[in-house]
């Protein structure tokens, strides 16, 4: 019986990882893309890490390569690891330079260990969610190529994550990268007058984190265009006020200096730094232009280990923008328009 609940684990586990199961001590990284274990039995595990395109999409024709390649160099076992990174887990030390060769035919980079860009994430976007502003796959194929060398060597500071969402929900979870590609929206949402017989108007107005949404009379409603912030919470909640955005005023935040781990400065919320930059398929040569001048700062500036906040948390926001040239704008600073000098000296978000 196959009981309930997930598959089993151990079903799943290459014997090299059964045999030591709670029994790993150290690691360490004798090249990029890869990390040797070592386990209080005397064994050593050997893992080769790849980059995945962008969202872990692939096809059956891709999965199937794959296979073939974990049945050659790893006992028929791969895991995706939580930033989509393809690992080949247990490969023998002999077997790691042919592997890397085969991945590079296939056309799989190996690296992102260490003090390097590790593999991009993003949400699914445009792919398949009506609350997209950006294509975040797009443009985490654009950054990876732009940083491949980045990806593929580990010269840099400290670990680098570069996320993209599409819109501000951040299921790609850009608020916890070093930097994130935010989507954002610059339009209210539609208020599609027919279809708001089909909403629960009391749940609309509740979901609104600003409380910009108004009853109106009877089965109505109104937005206050000055509190909205375009999140789209109300466009989950009610068809009648989907799709929210527009071609010209859809575009890209980038925000920085967040981390979930525990270490140096502790977790962090990433910031805004850059509030709008359009979307410019293919390239999306404003976005990757300003990513591009915060890593090549930060990896010129920083001390050893230092992530991307820790760097701007030690020299502050003014040298931020000096040393990155980006422009700075007063829409960083929260409540620029009503309680600016207060907020702009004082506030938790944003130090200057
Ligand atoms: S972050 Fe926004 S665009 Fe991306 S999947 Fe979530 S809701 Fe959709
Ligand atoms: S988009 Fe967000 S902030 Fe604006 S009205 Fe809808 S729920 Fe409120």
Redesign the pocket.
């Known amino acids: 019986m196959p009981g309930i609940g997930i598959p089993s684990l151990a079903d799943n586990l290459p014997p090299l990882l059964k045999r030591n199961y709670g029994k790993w001590i150290s690691h360490e990284h004798p090249r990029p893309g890869v990390i040797k274990h070592d386990s209080e039995t005397g064994e050593v595990c050997f893992t080769v890490r790849a980059g995945m395109p962008p969202n872990a999409r692939v096809s059956t024709q891709t999965l199937r390569k794959i296979c073939d390649v974990a049945d050659e160099y790893s006992e028929g076992f791969f895991r995706v690891t939580q930033r989509n990174s393809l690992e080949f887990v247990g490969v023998p030390e002999r077997k790691i330079e042919g592997l890397i060769a085969r991945l590079a035919l296939m056309g799989f980079p190996v690296g992102g260990t260490n003090r390097s860009l590790h593999n991009t994430v993003c949400c699914t976007g445009y792919m398949h969610c009506h609350l997209a502003a950006t294509d975040p796959a797009a443009i985490m194929k654009a950054v990876s190529e732009m940083l491949l060398k980045e990806f593929e060597n580990d010269y840099l500071p400290a670990k680098l994550k570069i996320s993209g969402s599409g819109c501000l929900n951040n299921c790609g979870e850009g608020s916890t990268a070093d930097i994130g590609i935010v989507g954002v929206?610059r339009d209210?949402?539609p208020i599609h007058v027919g279809k708001l017989k089909g909403c629960e108007l009391p749940l609309v107005i509740s979901?609104?984190?600003?409380g910009?949404?108004k009853p109106k009379g009877p089965g109505m409603v109104e937005?206050d265009g000055k509190?909205?912030?375009?999140?789209?919470?109300?466009?989950v909640a009610c068809a009648a006020?989907a799709p929210?955005g527009s071609a010209d005023g859809d575009g890209v935040a980038i925000v920085v200096g967040g981390k979930a781990g525990n270490t140096g400065d502790g977790p962090a919320i990433a910031k805004v730094a850059v509030p709008y930059l359009p979307n410019n398929p293919p390239y999306w040569s404003e976005v990757t232009g300003a990513i591009r001048k915060i890593v090549y700062a930060w990896h010129a500036n920083a001390r050893k280990d230092e992530r991307v906040g820790e760097w701007i948390n030690r020299i502050g926001w003014a040298k931020f923008y000096e040393r990155t040239g980006l422009p700075v704008s007063t829409k960083v600073i929260d409540e620029f328009d009503s309680r600016a000098i207060e907020y702009a000296k004082s506030n938790v978000r944003f130090k200057w």
């Open positions: 929206h209210l949402p979901v609104c984190p600003v910009a949404i937005i509190r909205c912030i375009h999140c789209p919470a109300c466009s006020m929210i």
